[in-house]
Protein backbone atom coordinates (compact mmCIF):
# COMPACT_ATOMS: atom_id res chain seq x y z
CA UNK A 1 0.00 0.00 0.00
CA UNK A 2 1.44 3.66 -0.63
CA UNK A 3 2.81 5.25 2.60
CA UNK A 4 2.97 9.09 2.67
CA UNK A 5 6.03 8.72 4.57
CA UNK A 6 8.80 11.49 3.28
CA UNK A 7 11.73 9.25 2.19
CA UNK A 8 14.62 11.32 0.66
CA UNK A 9 16.93 9.92 -0.99
CA UNK A 10 20.28 11.42 -1.97
CA UNK A 11 20.76 13.43 -5.12
CA UNK A 12 21.62 11.05 -8.26
CA UNK A 13 20.24 7.67 -6.64
CA UNK A 14 17.12 7.74 -9.19
CA UNK A 15 17.36 7.18 -12.40
CA UNK A 16 15.34 10.02 -14.79
CA UNK A 17 12.42 9.29 -16.73
CA UNK A 18 12.94 8.29 -20.14
CA UNK A 19 10.59 9.84 -23.26
CA UNK A 20 7.16 7.56 -22.33
CA UNK A 21 7.47 8.58 -18.45
CA UNK A 22 8.20 12.24 -19.67
CA UNK A 23 4.96 11.87 -21.94
CA UNK A 24 2.57 10.58 -18.91
CA UNK A 25 3.80 13.09 -16.88
CA UNK A 26 3.33 15.88 -19.17
CA UNK A 27 -0.70 14.28 -19.99
CA UNK A 28 -1.37 14.28 -15.98
CA UNK A 29 0.37 18.22 -15.63
CA UNK A 30 -2.30 18.74 -18.69
CA UNK A 31 -4.99 17.06 -16.74
CA UNK A 32 -4.36 18.73 -14.05
CA UNK A 33 -3.88 22.21 -15.02
CA UNK A 34 -7.08 22.00 -17.53
CA UNK A 35 -9.15 20.70 -14.59
CA UNK A 36 -7.88 24.46 -12.80
CA UNK A 37 -8.77 26.16 -15.96
CA UNK A 38 -12.37 24.92 -15.78
CA UNK A 39 -12.31 25.91 -12.17
CA UNK A 40 -11.15 29.51 -13.33
CA UNK A 41 -13.86 29.30 -15.72
CA UNK A 42 -16.72 29.80 -13.67
CA UNK A 43 -16.12 32.77 -12.87
CA UNK A 44 -17.59 33.15 -9.32
CA UNK A 45 -20.20 31.82 -10.30
CA UNK A 46 -20.37 28.35 -8.28
CA UNK A 47 -23.44 28.08 -7.22
CA UNK A 48 -26.21 26.31 -9.59
CA UNK A 49 -29.75 27.93 -9.86
CA UNK A 50 -31.12 25.34 -7.21
CA UNK A 51 -28.60 26.66 -4.69
CA UNK A 52 -26.07 23.30 -5.09
CA UNK A 53 -22.58 23.55 -5.83
CA UNK A 54 -21.51 22.82 -9.04
CA UNK A 55 -20.76 19.24 -9.59
CA UNK A 56 -17.31 20.36 -11.30
CA UNK A 57 -16.11 22.07 -8.33
CA UNK A 58 -17.66 18.71 -6.49
CA UNK A 59 -15.11 16.71 -8.99
CA UNK A 60 -11.57 17.22 -7.20
CA UNK A 61 -12.67 16.99 -3.81
CA UNK A 62 -12.11 12.92 -3.53
CA UNK A 63 -8.87 13.29 -5.77
CA UNK A 64 -7.60 15.81 -3.85
CA UNK A 65 -8.51 14.70 -0.53
CA UNK A 66 -6.44 11.57 -1.44
CA UNK A 67 -3.58 14.18 -3.22
CA UNK A 68 -3.03 16.30 -0.97
CA UNK A 69 -0.39 14.74 2.23
CA UNK A 70 1.40 13.47 -1.58
CA UNK A 71 1.81 17.16 -2.81
CA UNK A 72 2.27 18.62 1.20
CA UNK A 73 5.09 16.03 2.16
CA UNK A 74 6.74 15.05 -0.69
CA UNK A 75 6.49 18.89 -2.36
CA UNK A 76 7.43 20.87 0.74
CA UNK A 77 10.29 17.93 2.69
CA UNK A 78 7.45 17.42 4.77
CA UNK A 79 6.93 14.15 7.31
CA UNK A 80 3.26 14.80 7.83
CA UNK A 81 2.03 11.70 7.04
CA UNK A 82 -2.02 11.96 6.38
CA UNK A 83 -2.10 15.25 8.21
CA UNK A 84 -2.68 17.89 5.45
CA UNK A 85 -5.64 15.43 4.32
CA UNK A 86 -7.36 15.27 7.63
CA UNK A 87 -7.00 18.74 8.32
CA UNK A 88 -8.41 19.35 5.12
CA UNK A 89 -11.46 17.03 5.30
CA UNK A 90 -11.57 18.60 8.98
CA UNK A 91 -11.79 22.07 7.69
CA UNK A 92 -13.93 21.57 4.63
CA UNK A 93 -16.56 19.19 6.90
CA UNK A 94 -16.48 22.45 9.91
CA UNK A 95 -17.37 24.58 6.75
CA UNK A 96 -20.21 22.55 5.66
CA UNK A 97 -21.58 21.89 9.19
CA UNK A 98 -21.40 26.03 9.67
CA UNK A 99 -23.51 26.56 6.56
CA UNK A 100 -26.26 23.77 7.53
CA UNK A 101 -26.62 25.57 10.89
CA UNK A 102 -27.09 28.60 9.68
CA UNK A 103 -29.09 28.32 6.07
CA UNK A 104 -30.21 24.26 6.94
CA UNK A 105 -27.77 23.33 3.62
CA UNK A 106 -24.41 22.19 3.44
CA UNK A 107 -23.95 23.74 0.19
CA UNK A 108 -22.80 27.07 0.72
CA UNK A 109 -21.42 29.76 -1.08
CA UNK A 110 -18.59 29.74 1.65
CA UNK A 111 -18.42 25.91 1.33
CA UNK A 112 -18.18 26.16 -2.63
CA UNK A 113 -15.30 28.56 -1.70
CA UNK A 114 -12.92 27.01 0.27
CA UNK A 115 -13.42 23.67 -2.14
CA UNK A 116 -12.48 25.68 -5.20
CA UNK A 117 -9.42 27.67 -3.58
CA UNK A 118 -8.43 24.43 -1.94
CA UNK A 119 -8.83 22.64 -5.18
CA UNK A 120 -7.01 25.77 -7.58
CA UNK A 121 -3.91 25.72 -5.24
CA UNK A 122 -3.84 22.05 -5.47
CA UNK A 123 -4.31 21.00 -8.88
CA UNK A 124 -2.40 24.34 -9.87
CA UNK A 125 0.05 22.94 -7.81
CA UNK A 126 0.08 19.29 -8.78
CA UNK A 127 -0.13 20.20 -12.56
CA UNK A 128 2.93 22.70 -12.69
CA UNK A 129 4.94 20.26 -10.94
CA UNK A 130 4.01 17.33 -13.46
CA UNK A 131 4.46 19.76 -16.81
CA UNK A 132 7.96 20.86 -15.38
CA UNK A 133 8.71 17.26 -14.24
CA UNK A 134 8.11 16.14 -17.55
CA UNK A 135 9.90 18.91 -19.08
CA UNK A 136 13.47 18.62 -17.29
CA UNK A 137 13.05 14.86 -16.42
CA UNK A 138 13.15 14.81 -12.71
CA UNK A 139 13.82 11.53 -11.09
CA UNK A 140 11.24 9.63 -9.33
CA UNK A 141 8.02 11.91 -7.67
CA UNK A 142 7.16 15.08 -10.18
CA UNK A 143 6.52 16.80 -6.84
CA UNK A 144 10.08 17.45 -6.75
CA UNK A 145 10.58 19.03 -9.65
CA UNK A 146 10.59 22.27 -7.85
CA UNK A 147 13.61 20.91 -5.86
CA UNK A 148 14.99 19.66 -9.01
CA UNK A 149 14.81 22.68 -10.96
CA UNK A 150 16.46 24.80 -8.05
CA UNK A 151 19.02 22.14 -8.42
CA UNK A 152 19.53 22.17 -11.86
CA UNK A 153 19.99 26.29 -12.03
CA UNK A 154 22.27 26.89 -8.69
CA UNK A 155 24.17 23.32 -8.73
CA UNK A 156 23.30 22.66 -5.34
CA UNK A 157 22.27 19.10 -5.16
CA UNK A 158 18.66 17.99 -3.70
CA UNK A 159 17.02 15.31 -2.47
CA UNK A 160 14.90 13.04 -4.50
CA UNK A 161 11.73 10.67 -3.73
CA UNK A 162 10.41 7.55 -5.28
CA UNK A 163 6.53 7.75 -6.70
CA UNK A 164 4.82 6.60 -4.00
CA UNK A 165 1.99 5.87 -6.22
CA UNK A 166 0.33 5.50 -9.63
CA UNK A 167 1.85 4.42 -13.05
CA UNK A 168 5.10 6.44 -12.96
CA UNK A 169 7.37 4.29 -11.07
CA UNK A 170 6.48 1.13 -13.19
CA UNK A 171 6.95 3.00 -16.19
CA UNK A 172 10.19 4.70 -15.15
CA UNK A 173 11.71 0.89 -14.07
CA UNK A 174 10.24 -0.47 -17.40
CA UNK A 175 11.89 2.17 -19.36
CA UNK A 176 14.98 1.87 -17.39
CA UNK A 177 15.03 -1.89 -17.74
CA UNK A 178 14.31 -1.34 -21.48
CA UNK A 179 17.13 1.04 -22.21
CA UNK A 180 20.23 -1.54 -20.27
CA UNK A 181 18.68 -3.82 -22.49
CA UNK A 182 19.58 -2.59 -25.86
Avoid at 65 to 91: C, Q, T
Avoid at 97 to 104: D, H, I, N, T
Amino acid sequence: MATTDLKLEEHGSLTRPGPIGRLVRLAFGVMCLYYVTGLLSLQGDMLTESGSIKSLIWNGVLPGLFLVSYVINIGFSRAWKKWPAAASAFLLASIAAYGYLQSGSPETLLLAKAIYWWEIYLFTHLGLAFTLSAVIATPGCEMRAFHHLYSLITGTPTKEHSCPVGPLTPIDKWEANHKKSI
